[in-house]
């Protein structure tokens, strides 16, 4: 339990001063041009010659692909079983996580499917058909097959960031513990796929990004509802007549 003397949650002003911070760091790292001199370290004109390694593939790619789904499962799951740490939230917060969680994914999901970007492997500098072209040029194609921004896989990582919200109301250290958790996850699976060439950095820097957002726009609203129903009057109980 926490101290009465310490507050339990982080206050809003320094969440939404962490999220436009981390914002505005990722606008600089756009405009420096340090995706291309990155992938430089691992590409040349004959391509990523990591591309099919056992490693940055077989292990970080192709058998984390189906665990994300499964933990989300198991957040769906501990909604009316929950174990663990999940028994001491409240119902609402478990919801809250189970559907922060989705939400992310889906979010990052819906926005490659709209993207134009390539992935590094398919630039002429790098073997492929394509230029660079910046992922902000929205309706700018660069000669490739696009739908490489943000990083998806990344966000199996990213995505349950959301955890940090949900528990910060009652476990702070727990919140923390998460939040380093998902975000060390997101960040080797997105190294994972720098090396092969199928991302640049900031595409998992943005993941990590729009993940965070999600969640703590989800959590402002069940914050707010979780308000709301604390302040709504009890009915009064008519009493019965006295003989």
């Avoid at 696009?146 to 990083?151: D, K, L, R, S, T």
């Avoid at 943005?206 to 129903?229: H, I, K, P, Q, V």
Wanted: with cysteine; aromatic share 12%; proline share 6%.
């Amino acid at each position: 339990m926490t101290s009465p003397s310490r507050p339990a949650v982080s206050s809003p002003s320094r969440l939404f001063f962490w999220s436009v911070a981390s914002l505005l760091l990722l606008l600089t790292w756009d405009a420096s041009g340090l995706d291309l001199t990155l992938a430089r370290w691992f590409g040349s004109a004959s391509g990523f010659a990591l591309e099919n390694h056992w490693f940055w593939r077989g292990v970080l790619h192709d058998n984390m692909r189906p665990l994300p789904w499964l933990f989300e499962g198991a957040l769906l799951i501990g909604i009316a079983r929950p174990v663990g740490p999940l028994r001491h939230l409240p119902a609402s917060r478990r919801v809250q996580l189970a559907l922060t969680t989705l939400l992310a994914l889906l979010v990052v999901a819906d926005i490659k499917l709209h993207s134009h970007t390539s992935c590094p492997w398919s630039l002429h500098e790098f073997g492929g058909v394509a230029s660079h072209v910046s992922h902000w040029a929205w309706g700018v194609r660069d000669g490739g097959d696009g739908g490489c921004f943000p990083a998806g896989h990344a966000s199996a990582g990213f995505a349950f960031v959301g955890g940090f919200f949900a528990f910060r109301h009652a476990l702070p250290g727990t919140a923390r513990r998460w939040l380093l958790g998902s975000m060390l996850a997101g960040l080797l699976l997105g190294l994972a796929q720098q090396v092969r060439g199928a991302h640049y950095m900031s595409h998992t820097l943005w993941t990590a990004w729009f993940c965070w957002a999600s969640a703590a726009t989800l959590d402002l609203g069940f914050t707010w509802l979780a308000r709301l129903t604390s302040q709504k009057p009890r009915p009064v109980q008519a009493q019965a007549p006295g003989l």
